[in-house]
């Protein structure tokens, strides 16, 4: 069982912190809404009061959030500061490249290992454990991400470096209309 902190369990992170606690591992949520929080209790999630509070004792941090400056707010405002070295932080949220290359810089410069991580598929793959996860960053990174994505996924492809897994999401999008 790996210790997994989920921050954002909104429509998808719900579905996708579910999926982990199915398959064993044991999960601390952090959100905003009160109520998504509740959910997420209720499919056997312990809530924090705070990102910084749900990664505490973590090995993987999960991220789900709304946009990029969501996720530079938590990462970069204390979460990473937060995080003993070679934690791994998988970015799930959908958000432009920039913006992921700097998180992973961050993430780096604390010794965290870290893949961008956006998926494919919409609530009904989060809640099927088919979702498809384009992942950006350093081999090792995505190799120990690799087995918790496969409790939330079923297609799991390493697109390169950091901020290659939005680059490859946005392609997809552009594909798709």
Known sequence: MTNIAFIGVGNMGNPMAGNLIKAGHGVVAFDLSAELLAKAVAAGATAAASAVEAARGAEVVITMLPAGKHVKEV?????????????????????????????????????????DAPVSGGVGGAEGATLTFMVGGADDAFARAKPVLEKMGKTIVHCGGPGNGQAAKICNNMMLG
């Not at 970069?76 to 949220?93: E, M, N, Q, Y």
């Open 75 to 115: 990462c970069l405002g204390g979460l990473f500061d937060a995080l003993p070295a070679g934690t791994l932080v998988i970015d799930c949220s959908t958000i432009d490249v920039d913006t992921a290359r700097e998180v992973h810089a961050a993430a780096a410069a604390k010794g965290l290992a870290m893949v």
